[in-house]
């Protein structure tokens, strides 16, 4: 709220602009003038007009970020983020810096240097409010020479949620003060059509027939064919979660050995065991005792990348090309051709109706037939 004094026979507007108070003159004596001028100073106030932009040193905001997330997230989407802000913004803060570990010594090194002409387009800025849309713009047709859409709508959407952090959390102003998060002057790129692989009937029973000397893996590839659970999702899966009274794959948040997983959506959820996959769970036998329903070789929980390359190096053996994200797309394909409907295939994976309406929607073109015959 802003408020009237008068200073000898003129008065004066004292309102407060990022908390620090300002006297503003009316240039008149006259109350009744003053208070229309005491009007519009509290409406440019309200609405960000009288706001002094700030000052935000970008590796200051991005130091501070990235601890931010770390609090916030799980360790791979935290690890995602952080590679997307590195390719934004380069080694800009130590948080960002790429090391890797030497073998031979024990010591880290960061990436070898670059010839200027072959290094990748940077967003850079001394202050955070210095990055404007036209630039985030320019910066994001320069990478579109050597990533698709979808990457480009990630850099995008971490750059939002930057700039609301800075706003939230630092009290970022424009100088411009219409603008107050610069991607929102950004449009996001246009996906195209997405072309998802899946396996038949006779291309599962390959599948599965493939990989059925080794119990693990073959109970793995059926629990991500039949139930569509995310890879992590799967190897997470303790014998407590398989509820065979249920009829039930109970995917839930849980900590062990004082790590904390949730699902990706951190949403629980319950999948229901199909009779193919029934059959599958009845003649498993894990190759050693663990809490872990699919135990690494050392009986403890997989690392995912781990457990792929497993998969692909017995795949490979078989020739044949398919990976667990082709598993999950085989789950919600089969019941899309089975005409259930979108969104009882978004609750059992784990997604939003939009996304499974652009995964499998077109699987089921004969659902629209009788509606078009409205003919007397």
């Given at each position: 709220m802003a408020s009237l004094l008068k200073r000898?026979?003129?008065?004066?507007?004292?309102?407060?602009?990022?908390?620090?108070?300002?006297?503003?003159?009316?240039?008149?004596?006259?109350?009744?003038?003053?208070?229309?001028?005491?009007?519009?100073?509290e409406y440019e106030n309200a609405t960000g007009q009288l706001a002094s932009a700030t000052r935000t040193p970008l590796p200051k905001l991005l130091t501070d970020f990235v601890v931010h997330l770390k609090a916030k997230h799980r360790i791979?989407?935290?690890?995602?983020?952080?590679?997307?802000?590195?390719?934004?913004?380069?080694?800009?803060?130590?948080?960002?810096?790429?090391?890797?570990?030497?073998?031979?010594?024990?010591?880290?090194?960061?990436?070898?240097?670059?010839?200027?002409?072959?290094?990748?387009?940077?967003?850079?800025?001394?202050?955070a409010e210095?990055?404007?849309?036209?630039?985030?713009?320019?910066?994001?047709?320069?990478?579109?020479?050597?990533?698709?859409?979808?990457?480009?709508?990630?850099?995008?959407?971490?750059?939002?949620?930057?700039?609301?952090?800075?706003?939230?959390?630092?009290?970022?102003?424009?100088?411009?003060?219409?603008?107050?998060?610069?991607?929102?002057?950004v449009r996001p790129r246009k996906l195209p059509a997405q072309d998802i692989r899946f396996l038949d009937a006779n291309q599962i029973k390959t599948q599965l027939d493939a990989v059925k000397d080794?119990?693990?893996?073959?109970?793995?590839v059926a629990i991500l064919i039949y139930a569509g659970l995310r890879r992590e999702e799967a190897?997470?899966?303790?014998?407590?979660?398989?509820?065979?009274?249920?009829g039930l794959i109970r995917v839930r948040a849980k900590t062990i050995d004082k790590m904390f997983w949730q699902p990706k959506t951190g949403q629980n959820r319950a999948v229901p065991i199909s009779t193919a996959l029934a059959a599958v769970l009845d003649k498993?036998?894990?190759?050693?005792?663990?809490?872990?329903?699919?135990?690494?070789?050392?009986?403890?929980?997989?690392?995912p990348d781990n457990f792929s390359h497993k998969l692909a190096d017995e795949n490979a053996k078989a020739k044949l090309p398919w990976?667990?994200?082709?598993?999950?797309?085989?789950?919600?394909?089969?019941?899309?051709?089975?005409?259930?409907?979108?969104?009882?295939?978004?609750?059992?994976?784990?997604?939003?109706?939009?996304?499974?309406?652009?995964?499998?929607?077109a699987l089921i073109p004969d659902q629209f037939v009788g509606d078009v015959n409205f003919a007397a």
């Open positions: 000898g026979s003129k008065y004066y507007v004292r309102v407060y602009v990022n908390g620090k108070q300002k006297d503003i003159s009316t240039k008149t004596s006259s109350l009744q003038l003053a208070k229309k001028v005491l009007q519009k100073v791979k989407s935290f690890k995602n983020d952080l590679s997307r802000l590195r390719t934004i913004f380069g080694p800009l803060v130590a948080e960002l810096e790429l090391v890797r570990k030497d073998n031979s010594t024990g010591e880290t090194e960061g990436k070898p240097d670059v010839p200027d002409d072959e290094k990748p387009p940077r967003l850079e800025a001394e202050y210095q990055i404007s849309p036209p630039l985030i713009n320019r910066y994001l047709d320069r990478r579109a020479g050597c990533v698709g859409p979808k990457t480009l709508n990630a850099d995008r959407e971490i750059l939002y949620r930057l700039f609301t952090y800075s706003i939230e959390h630092h009290g970022l102003i424009y100088p411009d003060p219409r603008l107050k998060n610069p991607v929102d002057g080794d119990s693990v893996l073959h109970m793995a190897l997470w899966l303790t014998h407590d979660d398989i509820d065979r009274r249920a498993y036998k894990p190759p050693m005792i663990s809490q872990w329903l699919l135990p690494s070789p050392e009986g403890a929980r997989w690392d990976t667990c994200l082709d598993f999950r797309h085989t789950f919600g394909s089969m019941l899309a051709q089975r005409g259930v409907s979108l969104y009882k295939i978004s609750a059992m994976m784990g997604n939003s109706p939009e996304i499974c309406r652009r995964h499998y929607a």
